[in-house]
């Protein structure tokens, strides 16, 4: 059994479509639910660390999620809480996810993993070595104090859509902890070469 990680696909999102390079709303959906259904087996768990859709639910497109095979479980985001996820069917929903949580603590391969939406300085204890995931910033460095010490952190994991398609070159494919961790160091080195142009 193995557990993968992603967050922010914001389906059905015209302008995040566009801004990462897809001519269609369609398109980019299609694109990221055959890259989601890439990774596991029936064994294996895919955390969604939140903002699943935007504002509306398409429920053809959870009906094609509940049909990828893999345990899912969603870690609500801004999105799932201020729009989308009170307007779905609940019984959809409990076909297509295991669990809905605001968030979640796993063991992965004897290492403690936290997982939230936002960046939460009071889930991490730099200390105790655990890693804390989180997306929410898509790409972008953090604004806030409090999260800018979080994130440069390298136990602290930017599992957004955009950090993984950054070094991957596709949009929607979940990674392990491994692969997070890689994804970051190579995120966090580019992002520092150019902010030192």
């Given at each position: ?18 801004r990462r390079g897809f001519p269609a709303v369609r398109e980019h959906d299609r694109t990221l639910l055959e890259n989601l259904g890439r990774r596991g087996n029936p064994n294996d ?146 992002t520092s070469e150019r902010d030192n142009r």
């Amino acid at each position: 059994m193995a557990f993968y990680y992603i967050s922010d696909l914001h389906l059905c999102h015209r302008s995040i479509a566009r801004r990462r390079g897809f001519p269609a709303v369609r398109e980019h959906d299609r694109t990221l639910l055959e890259n989601l259904g890439r990774r596991g087996n029936p064994n294996d768990t895919i955390f969604l660390l939140g903002d699943l859709f935007a504002y509306d639910c398409d429920e053809l497109l959870l009906e094609e999620m509940e049909g990828l095979g893999q345990h899912i479980v969603l870690i609500q985001g801004n999105h799932e809480t201020q729009h989308w996820l009170h307007k779905a069917s609940p019984t959809l929903l409990s076909q297509v996810f295991l669990d809905i949580l605001e968030e979640a603590e796993i063991v992965d391969e004897d290492r403690v993993v936290r997982m939230c939406h936002r960046p939460r300085p009071d889930l991490y204890d730099e200390d105790e070595k655990a890693y804390l995931l989180y997306g929410h910033l898509h790409g972008q460095p953090p604004r806030r104090e409090d999260w800018k010490a979080l994130c440069d952190s390298p136990h602290a994991l930017n599992v957004s859509a955009e950090v993984g398609a950054y070094t991957t070159g596709r949009w929607g494919l979940p990674g392990t902890l491994d692969e997070w961790i890689f994804f970051n160091e190579v995120w966090k080195s580019r992002t520092s070469e150019r902010d030192n142009r």
